[in-house]
């Protein structure tokens, strides 16, 4: 990245990581004269995205640069899609970070990602973080991770040596990351997670709404993105609007296929029975719900190896 601290901010909210060599990818502020300068030794062949104003256009047409690779300003939602159109598609390789989001809140997000750590637990070393800032998930894995402020602190430091030592081992074979009061910030997210990459197999986040900033960085960082939503119109419309097409729905209380133009990849049913048996003793949830979180955990189990 070469340019100023409004584009390093919105680097770091996208979730990219600054590197000084080896990098896939140059990002080159066209407006600043030192960046412009840098940019001049970079390997010819690295692809790079540009911002430029009104004062460098007649610079771009004259050299015919790709109007896909010139974003008008430094913020993260104008560079944003030029990046992800400009980095190679890595080839499939397993599943190493799954994102759990939704639509609306209370949906199940948290109640998801508990039961799918408890159960993927058994099989894979697995790090569950939660970004709500809620301690939600901490409280359904009976475990009190350190407040994410403790994180914060580490700021770009935080290595898998530190993440080791403020992550809260809640059973065999699962580390939960993120206590309350706050949630953490974009950049302090990711490096959570990179650094959980280096010590576990897979990497359970539960995340904020699908329409939050911080979904959208720690989304970039995930090799699959589930979204809870429930079988109403309201969730539908608002599916079809923010969450990302190839991402796996997962319909709340429901049996239904369909909600709305998507096809549901799973349902969870309703299943209060099981929910309060499992409220009673801060464990697992059993019953027809918990039958489908274990289908659920199988497909992620294979996916991750
Ligand atoms: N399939 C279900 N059957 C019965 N109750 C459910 C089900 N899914 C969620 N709930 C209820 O909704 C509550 C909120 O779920 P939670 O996971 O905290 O939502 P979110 O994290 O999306 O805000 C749960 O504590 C539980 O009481
Ligand atoms: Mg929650």
Redesign the pocket.
């Known amino acids: 990245m070469l340019g100023g601290g409004e584009l390093r901010e919105s680097a770091l909210a996208l979730g990219l990581e600054l590197v000084d060599a080896g990098a896939e990818l140059a990002i080159v502020d066209l407006r600043d004269a030192a960046a412009l300068r840098a940019a001049a030794s970079l390997p010819a062949t690295l692809p790079r995205v540009v911002v430029a104003g009104e004062a460098e256009r007649p610079l771009l047409d004259a050299l015919a640069v790709e109007p896909s690779r010139v974003a008008s300003a430094c913020d993260a939602r104008a560079i944003g899609p030029l990046v992800a159109a400009a980095t190679p598609a890595r080839p499939r390789s397993a599943t190493r970070v799954v994102i759990v989001s939704?639509v609306r809140?209370?949906?199940?997000?948290?109640?998801l990602v508990a039961n799918l750590a408890r159960r993927l637990a058994q099989r894979l070393s697995v790090t569950a973080i939660d970004l709500s800032g809620t301690g939600?998930l901490a409280w359904w894995l009976a475990c009190e991770p350190r407040p994410w402020s403790e994180l914060e602190a580490l700021g770009d430091e935080l290595s898998p040596d530190h993440l080791a030592l403020l992550a809260t081992q809640a059973l065999p074979g699962l580390r939960v990351v993120g206590g309350p009061p706050s949630a953490p910030t974009p950049p302090i997210a990711i490096a959570a997670i990179r650094a959980a990459l280096v010590l576990d197999d897979l990497v359970l986040l539960d995340a904020p709404l699908a329409t939050d900033a911080l979904f959208a960085a720690a989304a970039r960082a995930a090799d699959r993105v589930l979204v809870?939503a429930y079988e109403d119109a309201l969730s539908a419309a608002t599916l079809a609007a923010v969450a990302p097409p190839d991402g796996w729905l997962i319909l709340?209380?429901s049996r239904a296929v369909r909600l709305g133009e998507r096809e549901v990849f799973r349902a969870?049913?309703?299943?209060?029975a099981a929910?309060s048996a499992a409220l009673a003793r801060r464990d697992r949830v059993g019953g027809g719900?918990g039958r489908a979180y274990d289908d659920l955990a199988e497909i992620l189990a294979l996916d991750a190896s």
Do not use: F, K
């Open positions: 939704a809140g209370g949906v199940g997000r948290t109640l939600a809870l709340s209380q969870l049913p309703r299943d209060e929910v719900l």
